[in-house]
């Protein structure tokens, strides 16, 4: 028998259920349903390459070089954006949730670790993917650009703590969470990687970069201040479903998320750097002229996004146990 042979037993009664239901809701648009089911006669199946717009996916790899190898970077660094998008579509869903509870929190949270798990795991996509030598000619072609410029991370960031703990340590006593994000912004941490290694001025990689996002980024925080990441966390401390149980998963789940972004992602970043800046004479200078060498290192910068909920030993050991890992 073939296919079109086939008949499909249907239940009359579930067919007028599933008509009546696209009846009401074409009528919220005011259009009919008969006019409605025609279109889906006339419309074409869906197929796999249009539906995740393949042709132009591909089509969006455009080198500045003929090194082979330059592809390689341009989709390790659009897959990396994709992943950040994800993260933060997940805080979102957190944030704008009605009725949040702790479960939800930890579910979402699980998968956000998730995904930067994948992320820190990719950085051999860098690591060992690429050919150094390829690397150190096409990526002057891509001055001043840096990796640095991505404004994902950042809104990652801010959407996953109180402000102030993005201000440069050295800095941030001369602040309170209340003061004005715009005022805190000045000695946001990662101005601190964005000096010229030799002049000290700031770089126009990072001018550049904040002529774009710097409003963006200001009125973020200013968005979030109760609704971030932490303070989702103590508000649902007094949640009625609060159990011991799920206080526990709720942190854990946050000291795994500072850990992943803050140690073990970066310091893979790092890593390689390490291997396509360093050699034996000495540092080579990164595309966008950020001082990488400073800039990355948990030891150095020390962000902490739930200071909280670590001991002071722990915060003084940022990043050691991944060093001694490696």
Do not use: C
Not at 229 to 247: F, P, S, V
Not at 276 to 292: F, H, P, Q, R
Request: hydrophobic share 35%; charged share 25%.
């Amino acid at each position: 028998m073939n296919h079109s042979d086939k008949q499909e037993d249907v239940d009359p009664a579930l067919v007028d259920h599933l008509l009546n239901d696209l009846k009401n809701k074409y009528s919220l648009t005011g259009q009919s349903l008969t006019d409605n089911l025609e279109g889906l006669l006339h419309a074409n199946y869906l197929k796999y390459w249009n539906y995740v717009h393949l042709d132009t996916l591909l089509s969006l790899q455009n080198p500045r070089t003929d090194f082979p190898d330059e592809t390689i970077f341009i989709i390790y660094h659009q897959v990396t954006e994709l992943y950040f998008k994800l993260i933060l579509r997940e805080i979102k869903q957190i944030a704008g949730h009605s009725e949040l509870t702790p479960t939800f929190f930890v579910q979402r949270l699980h998968r956000i670790n998730l995904f930067f798990r994948i992320l820190t795991f990719s950085y051999d996509t860098m690591i060992e993917g690429m050919d150094v030598e390829q690397f150190r000619q096409f990526r002057m072609a891509l001055l001043p650009a840096s990796g640095f410029q991505s404004a994902q991370i950042r809104k990652i960031e801010i959407w996953s703590t109180d402000f102030i703990n993005l201000v440069n340590r050295s800095h941030r006593a001369q602040y309170t969470s209340e003061d004005s994000i715009d005022t805190m912004f000045t000695h946001i941490y990662w101005k601190a990687g964005a000096t010229d290694q030799n002049t000290g001025e700031e770089t126009i990689t990072s001018k550049h970069f904040q002529h774009k996002y710097k409003a963006d980024f200001i009125e973020l925080g200013e968005n979030v201040r109760t609704k971030n990441l932490w303070q989702l966390y103590t508000q649902l401390l007094n949640h009625a479903d609060i159990t011991d149980e799920l206080k526990q998963q709720m942190t854990e789940a946050l000291r795994k998320f500072d850990t992943l972004i803050n140690v073990d992602w970066r310091l893979a970043h790092y890593k390689s750097a390490v291997r396509y800046l360093k050699d034996s004479e000495g540092v080579i200078e990164a595309t966008g002229g950020t001082n990488w060498q400073k800039y990355l290192p948990p030891r150095f910068q020390r962000v902490i996004f739930y200071p909280e909920i670590w001991s002071e030993e722990e915060q003084n050991e940022w990043g050691k146990k991944w060093i001694e890992k490696q």
